[in-house]
């Protein structure tokens, strides 16, 4: 496993804008989600990770929940695909099939959006406000192995918070998951 640096977007900083494909087929970018929704969860995934296989009912919960109040969900997936089959585009078309996602999964091939976000683990969230800035990164929640809410549920807390006008109590936690599979 190779460990490369990242630019690691901080909380309050412009979140860095992008052009992906999606297994819609179509391009993607960040900007255009910012004009039209009050906030934009981006979450690093993957195909293999059972992290995110934990997390899966949790996101699409949280995308039905607040999609009516201005919120949608991106998944990003920037595992490298040579290192790990499961990866490919064609994988995740059917991985989002086979899961029912109700909102977006794009590949970012390069790595590059990935890298500059500084995810370094799947799943990891990021919250961007309507104006391009990260007010939250970091777990979903503190409770991956127990899908009741028995714990902090951090990105939900961050999404209400930020909708209504609040303090994010919690900006940024350690994300907990499998790390990111690089490419060589």
């Not at 995110?52 to 595992?79: D, H, P």
């Not at 991985?95 to 794009?106: R, T």
């Not at 990891?124 to 192995?145: C, E, T, W």
Request: proline share 5%.
């Amino acid at each position: 496993m190779n460990i490369l640096e990242t630019i690691d977007t901080p909380v309050g900083s412009y979140a860095p804008d992008f052009e992906l494909p999606g297994i819609d087929n179509q391009v993607h970018h960040l900007s255009r989600y910012l004009e039209k929704f009050r906030a934009v969860g981006v979450i690093a995934m993957c195909n293999h990770c059972p992290y995110v296989n934990l997390y899966l009912e949790r996101l699409k919960n949280i995308q039905a929940e607040f999609a009516q109040n201005g919120f949608t969900l991106i998944g990003m997936n920037g595992s490298s695909a040579t290192q790990h089959l499961t990866e490919s585009f064609d994988q995740m078309k059917a991985f989002a099939e086979n899961h029912q996602l109700n909102f977006p999964y794009l590949w970012d091939s390069t790595q590059d959006v990935t890298r500059s976000f500084g995810a370094s683990t799947t799943p990891m969230a990021f919250l961007v406000d309507s104006n391009g800035i990260v007010r939250y990164k970091g777990q979903i929640d503190n409770h991956p192995q127990e899908t009741s809410s028995v714990g902090e549920d951090y990105l939900r807390n961050a999404i209400a918070s930020l909708f209504n006008d609040q303090a994010i109590d919690l900006p940024e936690t350690e994300p907990v998951g499998t790390s990111l599979i690089w490419r060589n």
